[in-house]
C-alpha cells in the first residue's frame, strides 16, 4: 500500500519568487512519482514524472522535482512564479509491481497562489 | 485529438436519488480509470477498466455504485440510491497502456442534498 503526504495545503507567493511545493511518499514497493496540476474548472494535467534513472526531473511550465529515495520526498520547485500558476498541484504515486496495478495514489493537494 | 470529457460537468440530487455520471475516454485509450475527491480530501481511486473488463474495482466504497464499461468504449458510474457522503468531485481519466500517463478528465461535480 501507498501513501502521500503533502505538507502545505495552501502556498501563497509573489510573483517571480521562487517556490518549493513538498511532498513525501509511504510505500512498502519501490513507486512511479507524478506530479499534476489542475488549474480552475479544468482536468488535471501532468507536470512531470519519476519513473527512473536522474533524481533531478524537469517538466513543463518550467517546474522540475527531485526525487530523494532516503528521505522519501519528491519535492516540486519553480524558481520564478507567475501569476499563471496559481493552481492546485497534486503529488500522486503508482505502484512499480504488477500487482500493484497502475492506479494512482494521492496526496490532498497544494493550492499555490501566485499574488502580484 | 479530443480530451476526456465528462457529462454532466454538476449535478445536484436529493438523497435517495440515483445518478450516473458518464466519461468518453480518449479513442483507442484501452485503459479507464474513476477516481473522486470529497471535499478537502486527497483524490481516491475507485476503479479500472482495461477495455470492457473491470482491472481492479478495490476502491469502490459499497454496492450503491455501479460502473461499466460498454464494449470498452465510453463508461458509466451510477450511484444508486446517492447518500450525502456521496457528495464530491469524480474524475475519469484514461491511458492508452497500463502505465503510460494518465489523462484527466474536468471532472462532475456531484452534490447530494
Known amino acids: 500500500a501507498q501513501s502521500v503526504t503533502q505538507l502545505d495545503s495552501q502556498v501563497p507567493v509573489f510573483e517571480e519568487a521562487p517556490v518549493e511545493l513538498r511532498c513525501n511518499y509511504s510505500s512498502s514497493v519501490s513507486v512511479y512519482l507524478f506530479w499534476y496540476v489542475q488549474y480552475p474548472n479544468q482536468g488535471l494535467q501532468l507536470l512531470l514524472k519519476?519513473?527512473?534513472?536522474?533524481?533531478l526531473v524537469k517538466g513543463i511550465n518550467g517546474f522540475e522535482a527531485e526525487f530523494n529515495k532516503s528521505q522519501t520526498s519528491f519535492h516540486l520547485r519553480k524558481p520564478s512564479v507567475h501569476i499563471s500558476d496559481t493552481a492546485e498541484y497534486f503529488c500522486?504515486?503508482?505502484?512499480?509491481?504488477?500487482?500493484?496495478?497502475?492506479?494512482?495514489?494521492f496526496g490532498e493537494g497544494t493550492q499555490l497562489t501566485v499574488n502580484p | 485529438e479530443a480530451g476526456v470529457t465528462q457529462f454532466p460537468s454538476h449535478s445536484v440530487i436529493e438523497k435517495g436519488q440515483t445518478v450516473t455520471l458518464r466519461c468518453d475516454p480518449i479513442s483507442g485509450h484501452d485503459n479507464l480509470y474513476w477516481y473522486r475527491r470529497v471535499m478537502g480530501k486527497e483524490i481516491k481511486f475507485l476503479l479500472h477498466?482495461?477495455?470492457?473488463?473491470?482491472?481492479?474495482e478495490s476502491g469502490m466504497p459499497n454496492n450503491r455504485f455501479l460502473a461499466e464499461r460498454t464494449g470498452g468504449t465510453y463508461s458509466t458510474l451510477k450511484v444508486q440510491p446517492a447518500e450525502l457522503e456521496d457528495s464530491g468531485v469524480y474524475f475519469c481519466?484514461?491511458?492508452?497502456?497500463?502505465?503510460?500517463?494518465?489523462?484527466f478528465g474536468p471532472g462532475t461535480r456531484l452534490t447530494v442534498l
Open positions: 481519466a484514461s491511458s492508452k497502456q497500463g502505465r503510460d500517463e494518465q489523462f
Open positions: 477498466f482495461v477495455k470492457e473488463s473491470k482491472q481492479d
Open positions: 519519476y519513473l527512473s534513472g536522474s533524481t
Open positions: 500522486a504515486v503508482s505502484g512499480l509491481q504488477e500487482t500493484s496495478g497502475s492506479r494512482l495514489t
